[in-house]
């Protein structure tokens, strides 16, 4: 799954997408997941990191992250030839 390329993240977690004009901000993990998609990481990739990183069990973040993947396709932020 990969984010659009033309999608600009600040550090502070404030995305563009300047293909519409429309702005939002992300929490430290949501950049944090964002990131890891610019850089093309596999599902299994960032499932891994997010356990590793942070004290949830598997089943919250794998909830927590294809909600937020969910959010992502709202706002047109995921290449629309890409699948979770």
Do not use: C, R, W
Request: charged share 25%; aromatic share 10%; no cysteine.
């Amino acid at each position: 799954m990969k984010i659009n390329k033309n999608i600009a993240i600040s550090d502070s977690g404030f995305v563009f997408n300047p293909v519409n004009g429309e702005s939002f901000s992300v929490n430290p993990i949501g950049a944090e997941i964002i990131d890891m998609m610019k850089t093309e990481k596999s599902y299994e990739e960032i499932h891994k990191t997010l356990i590793s990183k942070y004290n949830a069990d598997e089943a919250t973040i794998e909830k927590d992250y294809f909600d937020f993947v969910g959010l992502l396709k709202q706002h047109n932020l995921i290449d629309n030839n890409e699948e979770a």
